[in-house]
């Protein structure tokens, strides 16, 4: 899902997977990433969303705490654990404001937390944040390549 009104470089390139069991969450987050340019995977069961992980490069995964069957702490855990899900940089989305659930959220692997409801721009500068840090890395992996 292209947008012709690209942010950066970057944006043109990824692949952003929302995770939310709420349909007007997902509704309102695909209006605004799409208004990003990113490409867009959304996921309502996050069941779904780890075996697609399995199978399809994603650069940020978004994932809302609080699902029922499997909790966003259970999807992230799943996908900091496992190298064949790549390492995407992952940002909690939650309801949840204590500095314990954010304590939580980063020792499961989360890179970042975010309140809802995520403000448009807030939510662009993490994610310009996150590709960035996913752009150190690939120049960092290229760069040993060269190396050796």
Known sequence: ????????????????????????????MNAILEGFGFDTIFCDKPSDAVQILLV????????????????????????????????????????????SDMIAAIDAGA????????????LRARLQAGLRRLDRERARRNHLRLVY
Not at 113 to 121: G, Q, V
């Open 1 to 28: 899902m292209k947008d012709s009104n690209k942010q950066s470089n970057s944006a043109e390139l990824a692949t952003i997977m929302y995770i939310d069991d709420t349909p007007s969450e997902l509704y309102r």
């Open 111 to 122: 890179d970042d937390f975010l309140c809802k409801p995520a403000a448009s721009e807030e």
């Open 56 to 99: 399809e490069h994603v650069d940020i995964v978004l994932c809302d705490w609080q699902m029922p069957i499997m909790c966003g702490l259970e999807v992230c855990k799943s996908v900091s654990r496992s190298p064949a899900m790549g390492d995407p940089y992952f940002i909690m989305l939650t309801g949840r404001r204590e500095r």
